[in-house]
């Protein structure tokens, strides 16, 4: 039965690519990173294997991320992008081009989500269907999206907070802000420079941010060991950081992340608004693992947040979830080719 596998849903992120297929769960969670040789300008390595050459490669390989802010930045290397994903999670022995559903931004152009449709069907997509993040988010949420109660949903990823209220399968409120994961990452990083006289790769501050990083400062902080190159000597070297300083050095990129969602809450209608207060506000995505985010949320809006299970699977569930009830959520897809 292998090879009749005709629908792929895929969650095309800044950081992290994951594909879904029906009734098989989550098949591929890949770094969205490609590997290409400067000299021929050949695509080496797609995904985890491109991943870690990030920050180590020799001059004549660059490790680039197709995907700027949650929109495609390089269109054709996020094609190579896309058909390898797809060819890697239906197989060797699929015959069928599949229907792909693909995530984008709240915030999207029409531009941008014509490129990704055409990015999608040269890469070997039969139909390509696109649908923003929220309304994925939300569906994979397990929030029931077409009853006529207002539901708030928060989604941080790598590249986009996406914030919006969806009521009736539509958004009725939307913002969309670039500013998510990797800015808390760089932030992490410059701080580290600016304290500690220490240069650190993208991947240590990301390590930085999920072993020891919280959203609120916390009583029993924890710490940890970084490893990196001292600026004056030029020399590898460590130093010691703790959960508190790290708070204080992402709080800028938290606060904009928090005036998303009270810039949404402010154009909400009031009789959505309170069912906002009854229901709270659904965070998914990975950034929104952050620990104490939820609490940072309710502090600052005061309207309680939950964290949504599986949060980083959220919107790429939604596209399975949709895909297989095209029907249901006709009028919530945006745009097909």
């Known amino acids: 039965m292998a090879f009749f596998i005709r629908k792929l849903g895929i969650d095309l992120g800044t950081a992290n690519t994951l594909v879904y297929i029906p009734g098989k769960g989550v098949v591929l969670n890949e770094p969205s990173v490609v590997a290409v040789s400067e000299i021929d300008n050949k695509v080496l ?59 984008v931004p709240a915030g999207v152009t029409s531009t941008e ?28 949420a397990g929030i029931p999206i077409q009853e006529s109660k207002g539901h708030m949903i928060v989604d941080i990823g790598g590249g986009t907070t996406d914030v919006a209220v969806i009521s009736l399968g539509g958004i009725v409120a939307s913002t969309s802000v670039k500013c998510a994961g990797n800015k808390i990452d760089q932030a992490i990083a410059d701080y580290i420079k600016k304290t500690f006289n220490l240069a650190i790769g993208d991947r240590t501050a990301e390590m930085v941010k999920i072993k020891i990083g919280a959203a609120i400062p916390l009583e029993e902080e924890l710490t940890m060991t970084i490893k990196g190159r001292d600026f004056i000597q030029g020399l590898p070297r460590t130093a010691q950081i703790s959960t508190n300083e790290i708070v204080r050095a992402i709080d800028k990129e938290l606060r904009q992340m928090v005036k998303a969602i009270k810039d949404v809450l402010q154009e909400t209608p009031p009789e959505l608004a309170s069912d906002i ?10 950034t929104s693992q952050l620990r104490n985010f939820p609490d940072l949320v309710f502090r600052k809006t005061g309207v309680k947040a939950v964290l949504a299970d599986d949060a980083l699977y959220c919107v790429v569930k939604g596209t399975g979830i949709a895909l297989d009830h095209l029907e249901t959520y006709k009028k919530t897809i945006i745009s097909k080719r």
């Open 45 to 103: 390595a797609i995904g985890s294997e491109a991943k870690d050459m990030i920050g180590k490669t020799p001059e004549s390989i660059i490790a680039y991320r197709p995907m700027k802010d949650g929109v495609i930045a390089d269109y054709r290397i996020t094609e190579a992008m896309l058909r390898y994903f797809i060819s890697k999670a239906l197989g060797p022995w699929n015959i069928w081009k599949p229907d792909v559903m693909v995530s």
């Open 113 to 140: 989500r014509r490129a990704v449709i055409e990015a999608t069907i040269k890469a070997g997509a039969k139909n390509a269907y696109v649908v923003k993040e929220p309304i994925l988010a939300a569906i994979g």
């Open 277 to 286: 207060i009854d229901q709270g506000i659904i965070m998914t995505g990975g």
